[in-house]
């Protein structure tokens, strides 16, 4: 573990510059440094890393479709001040991650900064705890993705055909054709991915130009100022509008998440440790300006908001629309460039899920790390991690055909577990920042790229509140005295996930889990003879 500048120098002194293959010396060097060797293949560059880290989030159009909690409990106004202080509490968030990716540019993220950063014998529990919470939010990420984009083209369907009634089964088999598409776009399309990505910005861009010109230009009626930033909705029945605003803002974090998908690419990336900091910032800057004027257009030419929320299809975004556009094919065909984005975002969650997944199992975080970190010789692909997260995905949207509450709550999850795992690192290098600062710890191995002294105590403190204020905000219910079918029961499931980590890492974690293997020589994970796990997985 680097812990200084004359450590991490001296480390890359003794690499050599031969084992980069085809890539840049620099990422050769850097991976050596963490003790990895390349194994995958480096098609991504600024541009196309850009574009991927804006499309795997899809905030301007997620926002619309993911809205509704924010709509009941704050209406147009708490929805502005939501999307503004998300927009803050994200950037410093991503910030905070940016340093820390310009250190250690890894598909590792969140566990491996944390184990750099903990005190020695504290580390490898913590860097398998954030390794786990991290695996469950990329994992749940994708799945949710997926249920979003099957159900909302049911919403579709209800829209122009009101006598259809939607059934379970159907939204599974729509889930699973997206997943499809996905799996076929980081399989047999993964070398051009990066290309495939800069299509989808197209679209993603395109699509915010097309929406926006047509509701602020078709809409027959403008609301005002007063009705925008002063009418507040507290339909959850909450004591007091700042609680109600506060467990409103869920829908508008939902469609942040993904933040940190582009470090889980890191290994594909040329020049990662420049490179990704810079598009993960800039990313935050191009979604947030993208997603609060699409947010005031709405507002301002959506009509009336609580009417929409009574939808039959689901999804009031849809009536909105239509609304807007003065036609049920104009709202269809809106709402459509809204699919095609979450269409695409599926594919950056697959494969963000999938590298985070494969470099947890690298380092022996999970059972079956000796498959799980496979990878395919000819394609450079993590094709087992790819095909475990296709797996897990259609496990997860099976649970629907039983019950939508137990499938809702799970994909709740989202908001708390990337919070969890975001909170870990920052906290940490918040933590070693002070100590240096008191002389009682070594300076840092700062990247290329980094937070100023005091600015940086300033922004990973702030960002820390911020994600701690929205893990604690995201396991309220949407209206109080919640029965069985509205209660949200993601505290439940988040807790029993965390348990299950638990016990697996009292039962056999400790002893295989040492934090990131050293594994420069050979690319292999340092696994051992072969045992049961658990009573039936094998390691």
Known sequence: MASSKDEKEAAMSTISESDG??????????????????????????????????CTMITWSGQLITFTTGLENGGPQGLVISMLVIWSAMAAIVASLAELMSMWPTNAGQF??????SPPKLAPFLSYLCGWLTALAWQAATASACFLGGTYIQGLIVLN?????????????????????????????????HAVEWFVFFIYVSGFVVVL????????????????????????????????????????????????????????????????????????GINGTLSFAMLLAILFCGGDLLAALKSPTGYPIQE???????????????AIILLLTVIFAVIGNAAAASRQLWAFARDRGLPGS????????????????????ALFTMLLNLIQLGSDV??????????????SSYMLPIGLVLYRRVQAIRGKGKELPWGPWRLGKWTGIVINAYAL???????????????????????????????????????????????????????????????????????????
């Open 21 to 54: 293959g085809d890539y840049d010396t620099s990422d050769a060097k850097e991976m050596r440094m963490m003790g990895k060797k390349q194994q995958l293949r480096r098609n991504f560059e600024y541009w196309s890393i850009l574009a991927f880290s804006c």
């Open 112 to 117: 491996f900064w944390c184990y750099n950063l």
């Open 161 to 193: 055909n009101p006598s259809y009634v939607p059934k379970p089964w159907q939204a599974v088999l729509l889930t699973y054709a997206i997943l499809f598409f996905a799996l076929i776009a980081n399989t047999l399309l993964a070398r051009w991915l």
């Open 213 to 284: 010109i047509t509701v602020t230009v078709l809409s027959p009626h403008k609301s005002s100022a007063h009705d925008v930033f002063q009418v507040f909705f507290n339909e959850g029945g909450w004591s007091s509008d700042g609680l109600s605003w506060w467990v409103g803002l869920q829908g508008i974090v939902f469609a942040w998440l993904g933040a940190d998908g582009a470090i889980h690419m890191a290994e594909e990336c040329r020049n990662a440790s420049k490179v990704l900091p810079r598009s993960l910032i800039r990313s935050v």
């Open 320 to 334: 909105i629309l239509t609304y807007a556009t003065g036609s049920t094919a104009g709202g269809t065909g809106l």
């Open 370 to 389: 000796s498959w799980l970190s496979f990878v395919h010789e000819r394609t450079k692909l993590p094709l087992s991690s790819i095909l475990v997260t």
């Open 406 to 419: 137990a499938l809702n709550a799970l994909l709740s999850l989202n908001n708390a577990a990337y919070m």
């Open 465 to 539: 509140m911020c994600a701690v204020m929205i893990v604690i905000s995201s396991f309220f219910p949407p209206a109080v005295s919640p029965n069985a079918t509205s209660m949200n029961w993601s505290s439940a499931v988040f807790s029993g996930i965390l348990a299950f980590a638990l016990v697996f890492w009292m039962v056999d974690g400790k002893n295989r889990f040492h934090g990131p293997v050293r594994n420069a020589a050979t690319g292999a994970v340092a696994v051992g003879p072969v045992e049961p796990v658990m009573g039936w997985l094998k390691a």
